[in-house]
């Protein structure tokens, strides 16, 4: 055995009483098998990490036995403990961007690790780091190295990571979301880098994530934790295909499939929007500044009655600047053509099309004042677009949140609840088309799946068309009448989501849809 | 209100504050009328007398009780020393508001003015305005006050556009709600908070700045018992009375302390975050 | 760092330098009511005055007078003082070069006390000892200087009778007795800087800490000499550069009270002579030297920041 941990529990204590991070959690790693940890946000998932890697706050308390091969990680001290940590137990982060000094150069942040545990002289060390970044297919490595970190790439920076765990020729390496920073693309090419490198040094790992499906993909054995406590181990193939505890089975219902369709309808004939060649610009050229490439070129498409149309791309593909320019948000050239007129400046939007176009924003947090009770928030559209006051109890109903929310702040809510009050907020003026940027981007996968449901919900009672801007492949295969993918600021493809897999997609849109495959079972 | 105060009280900071303040607004108020004795009263017999019975915190080089002369002086001290933060304020607000709300290139042209005037530092500003307005407690609170524009425009301006690129005010200007709403509603009640604990910390600066242009005597005036000039004219008899130094110099600074304690807990007790 | 940020930089402190030069000669020359008059006191003839304001050029539109006043400033010649007759530009200049040994010297013995203490308050977070360097420097940024100076005259010139209370020995006649008289001037001046830049230290300190990369670097198993001298102490010392450059600000105020103290007759005190004599030209001559100095000074450190923070990109 590797790692064997038995019966761990952890809680921490504060001012406001014991919160118990993990209860009697058992389990073992062998030699060369990769274990995936699979749990969604407070599940105690990271505070296993950080106790394997003796990283605690000192108001923890912990039970229970860790061993790394023959020792007892909780007995080491400090001596003992720097014999361990990154030498024979390796980490790669969540974020590369903050787990990289800023203002040290990328290659001194390898060397050092290298003159440490494997007792190199700095010459060494320096070769030596240049192979590691070689194994991790990065090209041309003595250049990168003397790059700093803002002046590499994400995917770069977890490759320097990754490279940096590996070349210290651990027994364990424990990777902590290695991909949730990185874009798709990005992601996919990180996880095959995982696979030929596991292959070739035979190391163990603990891979943590809150993604189920691509837990599957990478580890032999699956562990499902909720609530600091492990609910089911096995293999990923029969833990997807045959979950046996309710939890593992709402987490597996859960996972977007695009083989599995939650919108069978059509879409009714007639245009609520119609986008002829917009374009969107920041900023314009200055004084001694040039001027910034444009968000997004010149993009037409239109929304009917009741359709959804998934708009894919990636971080800074200019997707949410479309949302901008639709919602007035950001100047645009080109036109919009909705309720019979043609619009070409956010001043010419009226109060109908304001009332007929409504959006729902990606960050929960922020998208409710916070000095505003849920009640004084659902009131606004309710005055301005013509509603009456008494419709916020069905609101909030329609919504499936308990009607004395009203009186409630937003930061009592959960961020799932906060989403859910700005999808009642955006439905109480009773529009024809919703704009969702990215609305479930910063909820974990069960919460997800309960707002899309919601959202199809409302979209069955109010016949509302949806622009669903999002960067998950796989779910805007599950919902989509038809979707456009951008890349760069491009619209590069779209078309109806059936055919969004054919051969005549275009290149990068297979790329897409390639780096997010279907989970296994 | 009462909420926050409750809020306020429940930090050490904001408790230890508010009970400091509380005295100090007591004789900002009432020391005239709770003083021991008439704070001109000259005593050719008590000179230098040390703090005893007599005189509690001893009485000055012309035998006046120098308790007496600290909580009438309270009010001289703090009153203007709070006129002139609120003044400051107000007229940083309305720039960095204006700034904030107009945007591009008339934001930028306001603030790289308001730079260009902070590198004149507060007490220069406070100097030259002094020196053209003549000498006096009224003038010194003026000048403080304009001193303390340009800084506040710039926090002003800041926390509003940290405010109006939060999504709640996109979701207002989306819903096409007017100027108005979006100003008064949704931004002002999340600008206000910072600018309350920004002016707090100012009024300790405001307390310490006045003090200072009386010391060097341009503000209160002879026979005054403005904190700042007492220490003044107690320099000369240092050897003396130590402790006719001693006490309006504790006064300055348990009143900058009782602001400053007050801006660090207010910025605790106005985060939303924490009531839950 | 572009050549065109460094341009454009540089056409700040100009403009700067403009907005400074307007207000001061808006303030000083515009509001009070008469130069002529408190030039030759109130008991002048009508006569004198008005021959006098011919020589000044008084008459002449205001913009005239303002472009004669900053061509001449900016050539150093800021006309003759109304109180000795001198030349105010090189007399300020002297002063200056007075001032900013004063002013050098704290900073340096700021810096030597201010960065260690916020560093070890930060690495004693919570304890004792962080408390209590809380707590003194709490205390520091609620006292005015002048109180600071009179304590620190007490204390060290009555009561020890260790170092002189006031007087300035130009440093060319006696570097120890120079030194001496500068002692006590230096120490009110930085004990205020330290209270303010040790607290910055600790809170930069602290967020860096708590950082990522000082946690990946932990859990990477870098000892903890390294981590705290490579990675952390440059992190969290960058952005004190600027915290620094903005108390260069309170520096020259502290200045002004200093000197006026301890009697040294640097840039602050010869302004408030000028202030208190309302001698106008002395006023404006100090105010802008003052004000040039404090805007090269913030254009320094930003230069600075921006080569030594490698993150920020200036285009």
Redesign the interface.
């Given at each position: 055995m590797i790692l064997s941990v038995e019966n761990f529990s952890l809680s921490y204590r504060s001012g406001a009483g014991v919160r118990h991070a993990l209860r009697d959690v058992s389990l073992a790693i062998g030699a060369g098998e990769v274990l995936g940890l699979v749990g969604e946000s407070g599940s105690g998932k990271s505070s296993l990490a950080w106790s394997i890697?003796r990283?605690l706050p000192r108001t923890a308390q912990e039970s229970g036995r860790l061993r790394l091969g023959d020792v007892d990680l909780r007995g080491l001290d400090a001596a003992g403990?720097?014999a361990?940590?990154?030498?024979r137990i390796?980490?790669v982060?969540q974020?590369p961007s903050?787990?990289?000094?800023?203002?040290?150069r990328l290659g001194e942040q390898v060397i050092?690790?290298l003159m440490?545990?494997r007792g190199l002289s700095r010459a060494e060390a320096r070769d030596a780091a240049e192979e590691a970044l070689r194994e991790v297919e990065l090209r041309e490595p003595a250049a990168l190295m003397r790059r700093?970190p803002?002046e590499a790439s994400g995917g770069e920076k977890q490759r320097i990571?990754i490279a940096?765990a590996f070349a210290t020729r651990p027994e364990l390496i424990l990777f902590d979301e290695p991909t949730t920073a990185l874009d798709v693309i990005t992601g996919a090419r990180i996880l095959e880098l995982f696979a030929r490198l596991r292959e070739r040094t035979g190391v163990a790992a603990l891979y943590i994530s809150h993604d189920l499906a691509l837990v599957s993909r990478v580890a032999d054995r699956v562990a499902v934790l909720r609530q600091g406590a492990i609910v089911e181990q096995g293999s990923p193939g029969a833990v997807f295909r045959t979950p046996r505890h309710p939890y593992t089975r709402q987490l597996v219902a859960a996972v977007p499939r695009p083989d599995r369709r939650l919108v069978t309808d059509l879409p009714a004939p007639e245009r609520v929007l119609a986008v002829q060649g917009v374009s969107v610009h920041y900023a314009r050229r200055r004084l001694?500044?040039p001027a910034p490439p444009p968000a997004t070129q010149p993009t037409s498409f239109s929304i009917r009655a009741g359709e959804i149309l998934g708009v894919v791309g990636e971080s800074g593909s200019g997707k949410s600047s479309l949302a901008r320019a639709l919602?007035?948000?950001a100047r645009f050239e080109g036109r919009i053509e909705a309720l019979d007129r043609a619009i070409t400046h956010p001043r010419a939007?009226?109060?109908d099309y304001?009332?007929t176009v409504?959006?729902v924003?990606?960050?929960p947090d922020?998208?409710?004042?916070?000095?505003?009770r849920i009640g004084e928030i659902l009131t606004?559209?309710l005055r301005?677009h013509g509603g009456s006051l008494g419709e916020i109890p069905r609101l909030l109903e329609e919504v499936r949140l308990p009607a004395d929310y009203a009186r409630k702040?937003p930061?009592?809510l959960s961020g799932g609840e906060k989403q859910r009050v700005?999808i009642a907020?955006a439905f109480a003026?009773n529009p024809a088309l919703v704009i969702c940027d990215e609305i479930t981007a910063a909820l974990d996968v069960s919460v997800q799946a309960q707002v899309i449901e919601l959202l199809l919900e409302l979209r069955r009672r109010h016949g509302t068309a949806y622009l669903f801007i999002t960067h998950d492949i796989n779910l805007i295969r599950q919902i989509a009448h038809r979707i456009a993918v951008m890349r760069a600021g491009e619209m590069v493809d779209l078309r109806e989501a059936a055919q969004i897999g054919a051969a005549d997609a275009h290149p990068y849109t297979q790329a897409l849809i390639a780096a997010s495959p279907a989970p296994v079972g | 209100m009462t909420d926050l105060l409750r809020r306020l009280l429940r930090t050490p900071q904001g408790a230890v504050a508010v009970a400091m303040l509380a005295l100090i607004l007591l004789l900002c108020l009432l020391g005239p009328e709770l003083a021991p004795r008439d704070p001109e009263a000259i005593d050719f017999l008590g000179r230098f007398r040390p703090p005893g019975a007599e005189n509690w915190l001893g009485a000055d080089q012309l035998g006046r009780d120098v308790l007496s002369r600290l909580m009438v002086g309270a009010r001289a001290t703090v009153l203007l020393a709070l006129l002139a933060t609120l003044l400051g304020t107000l007229a940083g607000a309305v720039i960095g508001t204006l700034s904030a709300y107009l945007g591009g290139r008339w934001d930028e042209a306001i603030m790289r003015n308001v730079d260009a005037v902070m590198a004149i530092p507060g007490l220069l500003m406070a100097l030259l305005l002094v020196s053209s307005l003549g000498k006096g407690s009224l003038n010194a609170t003026l000048a403080i006050a304009i001193a303390f524009t340009p800084g506040m425009a710039r926090v002003t301006r800041s926390v509003a556009l940290a405010v109006r690129a939060q999504d709640y005010v996109k979701a207002a200007l989306a819903r096409g709600e007017g100027a108005a709403f979006i100003v008064l509603r949704e931004m002002l009640p999340n600008v206000v908070g910072p600018m309350i604990v920004e002016a707090t910390i100012r009024v300790a600066f405001a307390v310490m700045l006045f003090a200072t242009l009386s010391f060097l005597g341009l503000g209160a005036q002879p026979p005054a018992p403005e904190w700042g000039l007492m220490v003044a004219e107690a320099r000369r008899f240092v050897h003396q009375a130590p402790w006719i130094i001693i006490a309006p110099s504790v006064a300055i600074a348990l009143t900058a302390i009782a602001f400053n304690l007050l801006g660090d807990g207010l910025r605790d007790a106005l985060n939303p975050r924490d009531e839950r | 760092m572009s050549a065109s940020w460094l341009l454009r930089r540089l056409l700040l402190v100009v403009y700067t330098v403009l907005v400074v030069s307007v207000l001061v000669f808006g303030i000083t020359q515009v509001l009070p009511a008469d130069a002529a008059v408190t030039l030759l006191g109130e008991n002048a003839t009508p006569e004198a005055l008005a021959a006098l304001r011919l020589r000044l050029g008084l008459g002449d539109p205001l913009w005239l007078q303002y472009a004669r006043w900053l061509g001449g400033a900016l050539t150093g010649d800021f006309g003759l003082s109304m109180r000795t007759g001198q030349p105010v530009g090189p007399m300020m200049l002297v002063a200056l070069s007075r001032s900013l040994l004063l002013a050098g010297l704290a900073l340096a013995l700021m810096l030597m006390v201010a960065i260690p203490l916020g560093l070890w308050a930060a690495l004693r977070q919570g304890r004792a000892a962080d408390l209590v360097t809380g707590l003194v420097s709490y205390l520091g940024v609620s006292l005015p200087e002048f109180v600071i100076a009179t304590l620190v005259v007490m204390l060290f010139a009555d009561r020890l009778q260790w170092l002189p209370a006031t007087g300035y020995v130009p440093l060319t006649e006696d570097v120890a007795d120079s030194l001496a008289h500068l002692a006590l001037p230096v120490l009110t001046v930085s004990l205020i800087m330290v209270a303010h830049v040790s607290r910055m230290v600790r809170s930069e300190t602290i967020d860096v800490l708590h950082s990522d990369y000082i946690r990946a670097a932990r859990l990477k198993g870098l000892p903890g000499r390294s981590i705290l001298l490579r990675h952390t102490l440059r992190n969290a010392l960058l952005p004190v550069i600027t915290i620094v450059a903005l108390d260069v600000g309170y520096l020259l105020g502290g200045i002004i009270v200093v000197e006026e103290i301890f009697a040294i007759p640097g840039i602050g005190r010869q302004l408030i002579v000028a202030v208190t004599a309302r001698d106008l030209p002395a006023i404006q001559a100090g105010a802008m030297i003052m004000a040039v100095t404090y805007a090269l000074a913030s254009t320094l450190a930003d230069i600075a920041y921006a080569l030594l923070d490698r993150r920020i990109r200036y285009d």
């Open positions: 890697m990283h403990l720097a361990i940590r990154g030498r390796g980490m982060f974020d903050t787990a990289l000094n800023p203002t040290l050092e690790v440490r545990h700093f803002h990571l940096s001694f500044r919602t007035g948000l939007m009226r109060r304001r009332r409504q959006i924003f990606q960050h922020s998208s409710l004042n916070p000095r505003m606004r559209p301005l702040y930061h009592q700005a907020r003026a | - | -």
